[in-house]
Nanobody, 117 residues
Framework: AQVVESGGDKVQPGGSLKLSCVAS????????VQWYRQAPGKQREMIAS????????FYADSVKGRFTISRDNDANAAWLEMTELKSEDTATYYC???????????WGQGTQVTVSS
């Protein structure tokens, strides 16, 4: 069982990207999903989260209004849509699934986002 992120790329400031988090061998519908990022030399920080039914969503102040977290439990996937990207958004982005009831949590391997002209 695992989650796999994809969609990272190098983009110019002001650009957009959509990251995907796809779960395999477990039902993401029973898990809350968080997106974290870690820039070089900095601690990993949570930037967005969505509860297992999608009823509650959180954004860090640094991304509020620019990033949108979403999920489709039938697709066993979640996404992070990022707009108005800034150089300070450069980081490795991780998907993290935490159980709503019981079970293990899952971290993805990360996907690199670089915002640079």
């Amino acid at each position: 069982a695992q989650v796999v992120e994809s969609g990272g790329d190098k983009v110019q400031p002001g650009g957009s990207l959509k990251l995907s988090c796809v779960a395999s061998d477990f039902l993401l519908r029973n898990y809350h999903v968080q997106w974290y990022r870690q820039a070089p030399g900095k601690q990993r920080e949570m930037i967005a989260s969505i509860t297992y039914l999608g009823g509650n969503i959180f954004y860090a102040d640094s991304v509020k209004g620019r990033f949108t977290i979403s999920r489709d439990n039938d697709a066993n996937a979640a996404w992070l849509e990022m707009t108005e990207l800034k150089s300070e958004d450069t980081a490795t982005y991780y998907c993290h699934a935490t159980p709503a009831f019981q079970g293990l949590d899952y971290w993805g391997q990360g996907t690199q986002v670089t915002v640079s002209s």
